[in-house]
């Protein structure tokens, strides 16, 4: 069974930092790609920011230059590396990962971990 767990979520004032962390269980080899997201209060949610297998990296324009995810292999972890934060940053993040499959793509989901930026 996949679990994704994430943790590092927390109150921060505007302008600080945060570091989010999603450890996976087996090798993150095996996800075709890993991401954040993120659902602000009355809101969808959105892609912050993935990573494939292959190293690719996209991020979403509202975090561009102040968002930076990457990932250890060797702890199957992810990382979501948080700074210059503003209040509309608020939001429950989860950490996705997604499995290509003769059914199509898998996708398993963390719990989430709460960021609440403060102004």
């Known amino acids: 069974q996949v679990q994704l767990v994430e943790s590092g979520g927390g109150l921060v004032q505007a302008g600080g930092s945060l570091r989010l962390s999603c450890a996976a269980s087996?090798?993150?080899?095996?996800?075709?790609?890993m991401g954040w997201y993120r659902r602000a209060p009355g809101k969808q949610r959105e892609l912050a920011a993935a990573?494939?297998?292959?190293?690719?990296?996209n991020y979403a324009d509202s975090v561009k230059g102040r968002f930076t995810i990457s990932r250890d292999n060797a702890k199957n972890t992810v990382y979501l590396q948080m700074n210059s934060l503003k209040p509309e940053d608020t939001a429950v993040y989860y950490c996705?990962?997604?499995?290509?499959?003769?059914?199509?793509?898998?996708?398993?989901w963390g719990q989430g971990t709460q960021v609440t930026v403060s102004s």
């Open positions: 996705n990962a997604d499995r290509l499959g003769g059914a199509g793509v898998l996708r398993y």
């Open positions: 990573i494939t297998s292959g190293g690719s990296i």
């Open positions: 087996g090798s993150i080899f095996s996800y075709n790609a």
